[in-house]
């Protein structure tokens, strides 16, 4: 019985490789969606701000901390300094690269080629995600009198970043499949 168990989760391979797949697409599509809503824009200032690599894209990078809204809050005065910081512009162009990763992903039975960068761009922009461990202070729990503060207390913000270490090993898996795709359908041709 033992055996026959062992034998059976051995054979979870190519399942486990499609699963990882789909699940990258459903994130990177759904996310990407979001980041066409006020809230989702409002909630990665933080990082985009701080990080050297992004931080351009924003008009006051530095300004942020005094303009920030809750998640679900709305005030007039700081929706209005986000329009004028490229805060939503930024996010909708975020978004609309994150749904197109998410698809070119997606479609690596019809275009392993296409897939295979899907995953590159994934695996690139969740090495940059990652980043934002070392770029943004607001990942972690902060000194308001309690003993467990700074690293390694990841804030929610960095619990929420530190989980795209799966992904970044699921890019690996979705970018090694999509080439022996690519390369079998090459081969079939010569």
């Not at 055996?3 to 797949?21: S, Y």
């Not at 479609?107 to 295979?116: G, R």
């Amino acid at each position: 019985m033992k055996q026959f168990v062992i034998q059976q989760i051995a054979g979870l391979e190519n399942l486990a490789k499609n699963a990882t797949r789909f699940g990258i697409v459903i994130v990177f599509i759904w996310i990407g969606s979001l980041k066409f809503f006020t809230y989702e824009a409002d909630g990665i200032v933080p990082f985009v701000a701080n990080s050297p690599l992004m931080s351009f894209f924003y008009n006051s990078p530095d300004d942020y901390k005094t303009h920030q809204n809750k998640e679900g809050e709305f005030i007039a005065a700081n929706h209005e300094w986000h329009v004028e910081n490229n805060t939503y512009l930024f996010s909708k162009g975020l978004g609309l690269f994150l749904i197109v990763t998410g698809i070119l992903v997606a479609i690596s039975k019809f275009a392993p080629l296409w897939s295979m960068t899907g995953s590159i761009l994934v695996f690139i922009m969740t090495l940059g995600t990652l980043s934002f461990l070392i770029t943004t202070p607001e990942s972690w729990v902060p000194n308001l009198g309690d003993t467990d503060y700074g690293f390694p207390f990841l804030s929610g913000r960095g619990r929420l970043v530190i989980k795209d270490i799966v992904i970044l090993g699921g890019a690996l898996i979705t970018m090694s499949q999509s080439a022996q795709l690519y390369l079998k359908k090459a081969q079939r041709l010569t």
